[in-house]
């Protein structure tokens, strides 16, 4: 009667300082770790002799990072998921999950500050760690990235029903919230991987002209696949954070397409994966 | 190379007041709606000639909840996508998911108010309905009930290796935000199903002799299946929220299992689902 | 040049349980404390000498909670600001606030349960505790307790300017985050006068015929002090959690006062002080 | 028995596009407007005839964005103060607080692109305009300015009692998220001053030897009084945002300062005002 079944250990905050001279690096990840395989036992009698405690796994991060985490957290990912897998018989499908908050060095005095650090908030960059005995895949991406263009953007055309009170709209505001993940055909240069798609997919929304988020999206997508040889697939989730035009003619006032209210909800959502042929 | 692609309204926010005679109702969800079906032109080509703008899908929203919400949110769950389905002829799959935030009656004098209501706050109630041109699935269930007991649970015999540290306790604080989904296997009083569903999972959570997280998600699961022959399949999804207990050592004091710290990170997370044979 | 400081640790979190018999109790509340005095040296010179670290006071909590906090938050409060005032000579003003989060009891086969417990969510009980060498000043209050009315609220024959749109309204929905803070004329059971004014606070809120969101606040202010003679000012924040009408004339229907959009932004805030003559 | 009261809007969200050209501006701002006045009739007798809704508030800052927001949101916030003191002859006191999210400008190809932004979150740039009928009272200043450094701090030759079991430490992480605000003597280049203001803020935080957050605290204030004649005080709100150093001793490691986990619960929290003499 027990299918799936997992557990695990989920926002586990790591910081790592890095002091390799005078100039510090400061590294932000949180990490989520979720184990699956043979729990029976624990499920159904209450035997614990096969359980690991999450607080284990907790540990486990803080220490193996301390030798391991200098590099991209795909591969720490990697790294920890063949770890929860060599030493736990009983797990058939380690998952680890890593997302890093960015930290920009200071400028003070026109320079980079050597050990001073701003956290611009926002934007993570994601992995996602699904490792077996017979392998591992790995999918990177990021979330938060919010950006909006003000020209180049229209909606119109689409279908109506008698539900349908829409305005078509040939110069609107689109703005969202990318959400893209990414699957690697094979190991790549993780942190040179990442940069080259992130500027991308803000090259292909700027430069694009839109005539819907569905439009913009898989232009993005494909733009990766194409740019990429090294994507196989990507997926972009796109939140339409609506920007408004606000009525002014009660004021005698023309909204010359200048003044908006942001609204967070509703909100459209479009979401799809593109995979190469 | 476009794969699984989904688009709609998220976030729709609904009040519905009914006023059959002096005593008013005031029912409060969130709506999210996601559509899937033949939207290759609009992707590829930026032709919106198929595409239903999701604000239209909003405005369908309220023009049905008049008429037709009155009930359990399931049945309206099924009116919506049943709609969509119905007058979008390149959609196949309508996902419609409706989040009800309970309103209880203010007590005034002793007395339930025919108009005054009190938001508790926490709690929702959940369903999702997947509907195709072959059917609907209906899945129903609740999220953030949280609980915590403190007796009756324990957590010991369970691995080891060299990064455990976690104590065996045979007493500790068991607390967690249920969160919860079922699958009936036909209609039934969405309602009194729900109701008595909830008090089983919260009758079983007190009532347990829990050996581990795993142990007592089991037993809820199997109780719900157990006294509840509608139900086909239930998942559960159990964050650990920890009750650490605080060393009072240095102070010269006991800690006699009386003082704790709550904490939100890290946290355990088990989830399993449980089926009928 | 150093003007007013203060400094202290916020978001202290203590669980304590009670086992007097067989009948627990879970008890779950916030604290924050700030220390005022002559720390001019700490900020100027960096002398740390009269410095209690932060990590001290929270200490300070967990071990003082073991034996004095059975009782009222505001009996606690006032044991926690002396503990601090007595123990360090330069601090002047000693500031403590708690903020309480309701457990209820689960009740299981139709009785109240011996140690399992339900977290509403949503409101708290507060108070806020400043003493100095002199005494010390208490208040109580609470805060999201999230109310609304289907009837009896009104708003009509207000100003009008060239910006104006709003439709006067004879009938609308009325509902806010109660946020309500009281000062005593002196020592009260505090557990009994909390659960009085809040209940005074709903009565008149549901009972009110309101003109406008000033008038039922100033009518629940007005009935706090008419009614609890220990009471010597109140201080209401009523945000109006705006329902909009949704306006379902596009779809050949009439919004008969029963669809709603409820708005998270922008909302109206409206706050006063009642205080006795 | 009525006190202190004010009521108005809060959260109006505007976004305002400027297209002098090809190249355009995006500016994201969120407001509220609260005035104060002889408001007794709407109180006690429900008496509407001299309160402008709320909603008014909203329209006049939308109608009045389009030719009068143009410049740094001090200006905004005079003229909208002003503009409600000029036109309710009720009101004695007009506070419009206006929060800035920054959005910057994406680079493609190496270059700012004219109409696509990014909104780097986190941080927001701040104001509050306080107007009575015998002038205006600017405040500026940001929140959110999340920051960090890696040597040159340190804590210790504090004040011990018998709750004290902090280590001292002498090379710590110092992370806080600033919060700073500040009065001008006089109008001045608010964009500019702005600008430098923060800079030495940042400047003095990273380049301080800090011996506690009240040291540094203190440096950053005396150092914006003086660089910046302009500026008569400054507040600054400093929660001490602990990485506490994970002890790897158990698993046979030593933590060389570089382990460390971020907690958000409980947190330190230093606040001062600093002033000229």
Do not use: C
């Not at 490792?131 to 990021?142: F, I, S």
């Not at 229209?154 to 993940?181: N, P, V």
């Not at 690697?184 to 839109?210: E, K, N, W």
């Amino acid at each position: 009667m027990l299918a799936e079944n997992s557990y695990g250990k989920s926002a586990i905050r790591l910081v790592k300082v890095l002091r390799p001279g005078e100039r510090h690096e400061f590294r932000a990840v949180t990490i989520a770790i979720a184990l699956e395989g043979d729990f029976e036992a624990a499920h159904v009698a209450g035997d614990n002799r096969a359980v690991l405690p999450t607080d284990t796994m907790k540990n486990t991060v803080y220490a193996l990072a301390q030798d391991h985490f200098d590099g991209a957290i795909e591969s720490f990912g990697l790294l920890l998921s063949g770890h929860f897998l060599d030493h736990n018989p009983r797990v058939n499908l380690a998952r680890v999950a890593l997302s890093e908050q960015p930290w920009e060095r200071l400028v003070v005095a026109g320079r980079p500050h050597p050990h001073a650090f701003r956290r611009p908030g926002g934007e993570r960059r994601l992995t996602r760690v699904n490792r077996t005995r017979e392998g591992a895949a790995v999918e990177a991406g990021l979330e938060g990235l919010t950006v909006a263009k003000t020209s180049s953007s229209a909606f119109a055309g689409f279908l109506r029903d008698g539900y349908t009170t829409l305005k078509e709209t040939h110069d609107r505001i689109l703005a969202t919230a990318i959400q893209a993940s990414w699957v690697y055909a094979a190991p790549v240069d993780f942190d040179a991987a990442f940069a080259a798609i992130r500027q991308t997919l803000l090259d292909r929304f700027a430069g694009h002209q839109s005539a819907s988020v569905q439009h913009t999206l898989y232009a993005m997508g494909e733009s990766v696949l194409a740019r990429h040889p090294e994507v196989t697939q990507v997926r972009l989730s796109l939140p339409n954070k609506h920007h408004l035009p606000v009525d002014l003619s009660p004021f005698g006032q023309e909204n010359r397409n200048d003044i908006f209210v942001p609204t967070e909800e509703p909100y459209g959502l479009i979401e799809a994966t593109i995979r190469r042929d």
